[in-house]
């Protein structure tokens, strides 16, 4: 069964300094996002790519946060400079565009601690 | 802007006994409605949907949720629990409608079933 990967699963960091999360979505599947998810609540979404495209961004830290999505396959989140605030899971999940099919299927997550 | 509701933090469950872990939403228009579950640290892993039609919906590993329009709720039950069950759960709403293109998913804050032997 097809799986979205996501690496390092975990990763500790001392503030200010870079982070990178690496995602790769099903195969076939148009639609990625990144869900940040903080201990004891529930994934909220980062940032959302239709093919290479941006759709939503609105809740992405973006003077420190960056994410791309280069030739619509693969993805890449960043941090920099990581603040302790940041420390949670990061998941990856992907979904068709095509169909009926309105699930999103998750990656196994990043948990991220910054020191 | 939409939203869910997961009343309990924590359901405590007997092995062999029905479930039922509650979940109610806002959202404008009708909504798309989903199940996950998460192990310990691991990914969501999908349970079921509604998205139209018959309003009780059956998922992955005997679990089944029915949709109540009237009360905006979208409760998760099963008919006998197990102990591999123990997990934590996650109700999640979507618009129907999102001409943006957006299809991010709200999440609950989450409940963790905890099924004793």
């Known amino acids: 069964e097809a799986e979205v990967a996501q690496s390092p699963r975990y990763k500790i960091t001392e503030k200010s300094q870079a982070v990178a999360f690496w995602c790769d979505p099903i195969s076939g599947h148009a639609t990625l996002y990144w869900y940040r998810q903080i201990l004891g609540q529930g994934p909220e979404l980062l940032v959302q790519f239709q093919d290479e495209s941006v759709v939503d961004d609105s809740q992405l830290p973006k003077d420190r946060f960056s994410a791309e999505r280069l030739k619509g396959v693969d993805s890449t989140l960043k941090i920099q400079p990581a603040e302790l605030g940041d420390s949670a899971m990061y998941l990856c999940a992907s979904s068709s565009s095509r169909g009926s099919s309105y699930e999103q299927y998750f990656g196994p997550g990043t948990r991220l601690t910054v020191t | 802007a939409q939203s869910v509701a997961q009343p309990e933090d924590q359901v405590n469950v007997a092995e062999g006994n029905p479930l039922t872990v509650k979940c109610t939403y806002s959202v404008s228009g009708n909504p798309y409605l989903f199940w996950y579950v998460q192990y310990p640290n691991r990914g969501l892993q999908f349970l079921l949907k509604y998205i139209t039609g018959d309003n009780l919906v059956k998922g992955s590993y005997g679990f089944e949720a029915e949709f109540n329009k009237s009360q905006t709720s979208f409760h998760l039950k099963k008919p006998s629990a197990l102990v591999s069950d123990s997990a934590l759960y996650f109700c999640?709403?979507?618009?129907?409608?999102?001409?943006?293109?957006?299809?991010?998913?709200?999440f609950g804050s989450g409940t963790r079933l905890q099924v004793q032997p």
């Open positions: 999640a709403v979507r618009p129907l409608l999102m001409d943006t293109g957006r299809r991010a998913l709200t």
